[in-house]
Nanobody, 123 residues
Framework: VQLQAFGGGLVQAGDSLKISCTESRRTFSNNGVGWFRRAPGKEREFVAAISWRGGVTLYADSVKGRFTISRDSAKNTVNLQMNSLKPEVTAVYYC?????????????????WGQGTQVTVSS
């Protein structure tokens, strides 16, 4: 299983950006999917997760109300809409497919990882 994250870029504080994760073989359609990020010099941290049908979502407290995770089954894509971006969210964002049908805050619960997409927010 190979996940691909894309859509990152350089934006200004206050802007919005949507990053997406896809998997060409449609094998993660039954799995929960999560987004994690790693900023320079920091540990990997959980951002958001969604269940296989999209009915259950989880968010880190730091992004609640500003980030929205969703999945488009027809396109086999999981999206992360990020609004009101702040410089402190600058990081490489990784998507991952969970071992179960539900997402989790624990990176150990994920089996497959994408290569990451860089999100940089300038002040």
């Amino acid at each position: 299983v190979q996940l691909q994250a894309f859509g990152g870029g350089l934006v200004q504080a206050g802007d919005s950006l949507k990053i997406s994760c896809t998997e060409s073989r449609r094998t993660f359609s039954n799995n929960g999917v999560g987004w994690f990020r790693r900023a320079p010099g920091k540990e990997r941290e959980f951002v958001a997760a969604i269940s296989w049908r999209g009915g259950v979502t989880l968010y880190a407290d730091s992004v609640k109300g500003r980030f929205t995770i969703s999945r488009d089954s027809a396109k086999n894509t999981v999206n992360l809409q990020m609004n009101s971006l702040k410089p402190e969210v600058t990081a490489v964002y990784y998507c991952a497919a969970a071992r179960s049908s539900y997402g989790s805050r624990n990176f150990n619960d994920y089996k497959y990882w994408g290569q990451g997409t860089q999100v940089t927010v300038s002040s």
